[in-house]
Each structure stands twice: as structure tokens, then as C-alpha cells.
Nanobody
Framework: VQLQASGGGLVQAGGSLRLSCAAS????????AGWYRRAPGKRRELVAT???????NYAKSVQGRFTISRDNAKNTLYLQMIDLKPEDTSVYYC?????WGQGTQVTVSS
């Protein structure tokens, strides 16, 4: 099983990024999925989840700015982030139940 997260980087406040999580070695289409993040000194928190049906759920702090999606044909999970804020700075982790990706750093400068 491999989950390869990518797309993080440094961006100014108000900017956008798209995270990707390429999966292999298991049945992607039948796995619930999500993005989580952990900021320095803080606990890991849920950002967004997407069910196998495609239904989504978002943390209130990102509602309206982040969009989670999945491409089952490409075995890839995405997180489109717009209007980024300094408080979004974290390491972002993809989760395809029960496996975790390695994390990708997102840094938003003010």
C-alpha cells in the first residue's frame, strides 16, 4: 500500500493550492477518504472527508474555501484550497481508511 501526497508549498494569503494523494496497492474506490492537518504544537484535525458515494464533509474553518474530490479512475484524492489564510499553515495528511500518506507541508504567509 502506498499513498503519495504532493502539492504543498509556500503561498501568500489569499492564494490557492491543490493537494493530491496518489494511491496504490488497495481498492481505492471502496475506501472512505479524507484530508487532515496538524499545525506545530497542535493536535491533528479533520479538514474534509469524502465517502465512497461522493458525499463530503468539511471542518467549519475551511467550509466554502476547500473542496475535496476523488478520481477513482486515477486512484487519486484531491484537496483544492482557495483563499488560503495563515492559520491554514500545517502539514496535510491524506487518509484512505485505514492508511495514511506521509504528509505535505502547506505554508501560508501573511
Amino acid at each position: 500500500v502506498q499513498l503519495q501526497a504532493s502539492g504543498g508549498g509556500l503561498v501568500q494569503a489569499g492564494g490557492s493550492l491543490r493537494l493530491s494523494c496518489a494511491a496504490s496497492g488497495f481498492s481505492f474506490s471502496t475506501s472512505a477518504a479524507g484530508w487532515y492537518r496538524r499545525a506545530p504544537g497542535k493536535r491533528r484535525e479533520l479538514v474534509a472527508t469524502i465517502a465512497t458515494s461522493g458525499s463530503t464533509n468539511y471542518a467549519k474553518s475551511v467550509q466554502g474555501r476547500f473542496t475535496i474530490s476523488r478520481d477513482n479512475a486515477k486512484n487519486t484524492l484531491y484537496l483544492q484550497m482557495i483563499d488560503l489564510k495563515p492559520e491554514d499553515t500545517s502539514v496535510y495528511y491524506c487518509n484512505l481508511v485505514p492508511w495514511w500518506g506521509q504528509g505535505t507541508q502547506v505554508t501560508v504567509s501573511s
